[in-house]
């Protein structure tokens, strides 16, 4: 059975500032590792996701550096805005690739 | 082009009622998934359905039961509803070789008294 665990589960940051979530996974199909993005009353969305043979992606201001030997994969916002306050999850592949394991989500705010 | 739809959006029962919540989705993806979303635990895949004909359980499938109609509906059916399955249920589906893109509904917010 798979495990992901997500950390901080809050995050305050000021605008402008940069934004660090962390996740660590146990097993692992050979698939994408994503982050999703999910507002107030909406159904999550992907954010961004990573190949595991691949090192760090960048989109935009939104990173993930994946750490294939420790297990762990990281998302970094850069230049934070008030708009990206939501809550982000990480998930991990799982079985045959044919499903995700989810973290248990990290609430971000980036004030004024 | 809706996405995935999903049936109703706010729901209240009793303990021991029974319903069923729709999802449908017009993207032509093979698989599709049920989850439930509570405060602290993230999202947590209850079935899925790789394929048109086949469900499989997910990590917290007592319960539930779910039918996949066709290719595009897949349902979740409480028969016997306890307030312990008060939570927020999405639906989500998917392409079945990209998996970690998951299309997900807006939600259906489930209260069991």
């Known amino acids: 059975q798979q495990q992901v665990k997500q950390s901080p589960q809050s995050l305050i940051v000021q605008k402008g500032g940069i934004s660090i979530i962390n996740c660590a996974y146990e097993n692992t199909a050979f698939d994408y590792f994503p982050w999703y993005q999910q507002f107030p009353g909406k159904g999550p969305a992907l954010l961004i996701a990573?190949?595991?043979?691949?090192s760090e992606k960048k989109e935009g201001r939104f990173t993930i550096s994946f750490n294939k030997s420790a297990k762990q994969f990281s998302l970094h916002i850069m230049d934070s805005q008030p708009g990206d306050s939501a809550t982000y999850f990480c998930a991990a592949p799982t079985g045959t690739a044919s499903k995700l394991t989810f973290g248990t989500g990290t609430r971000l705010q980036v004030t004024l | 082009n809706a996405g995935v739809t999903q049936t109703p959006k706010f729901q209240v029962l009793k303990t021991g009622q029974s319903m069923t919540l729709q999802c449908a989705q017009d993207m032509n993806h093979n698989s599709m998934y049920w989850y439930r979303q509570d405060p602290g635990m993230g999202l947590r895949l209850i079935y899925y359905s790789a394929s048109e004909g086949t469900t499989d359980k997910g990590e917290v499938p007592n319960g539930y039961n779910v039918s996949r109609l066709n290719k595009r509906e897949f349902s979740l059916r409480l028969e016997s509803a306890a307030p312990s399955q008060t939570s927020v249920y999405f639906c989500?589906?998917?392409?079945?070789?990209?998996?970690?893109?998951?299309?997900f509904g807006p939600g259906t917010r489930l209260t069991v008294t």
């Open positions: 990573i190949r595991p043979d691949v």
């Open positions: 989500a589906s998917s392409e079945i070789s990209r998996t970690y893109e998951q299309y």
